[in-house]
Nanobody
Framework: QVQLVESGGGLVQAGGSLRLSCAASGRTFSSYAMGWFRQAPGKEREFVAVIRWSAGYTYYRDSVKGRFTISGDNAKNTLSLQMNSLKPEDTAVYYC???????????????????WGQGTQVTVSS
């Protein structure tokens, strides 16, 4: 089986920064795309950012554009999310996800992903 493990979450004040990391363990696999999602208490899980390795394409939800940067290593199936200028509304559990093959649908949907991490808590205080 494949496991994804997130790290780097924590408590920061508004305007601060955090860098989240995701690493795969278990059996070897090759991902087509990897992304970040988040879920705040009482709310649905929402898309944050995605990177599609073959094209080097990245995409972000509007509310994090200019503040968050997704990057990683395709060969190692590792992923990072640099989060700057954090706001209280960024508070959530952040999840790493991976798609193992080509997908012609919407990568902004969690239905596109095959593997998920357990999440790491990010709390931004006012």
């Amino acid at each position: 089986q494949v496991q994804l493990v997130e790290s780097g979450g924590g408590l920061v004040q508004a305007g601060g920064s955090l860098r989240l990391s995701c690493a795969a363990s278990g059996r070897t696999f090759s991902s087509y795309a990897m992304g970040w999602f988040r879920q705040a208490p009482g709310k649905e899980r929402e898309f944050v950012a995605v990177i599609r390795w073959s094209a080097g394409y990245t995409y972000y939800r509007d509310s994090v554009k200019g503040r968050f940067t997704i990057s990683g290593d395709n060969a190692k199936n590792t992923l990072s999310l640099q989060m700057n200028s954090l706001k209280p509304e960024d508070t959530a559990v952040y999840y790493c996800a991976a798609r193992k093959g080509h997908y012609s649908g919407n990568y902004y949907s969690d239905r596109a992903y095959d593997y998920w991490g357990q999440g790491t808590q990010v709390t931004v205080s006012s």
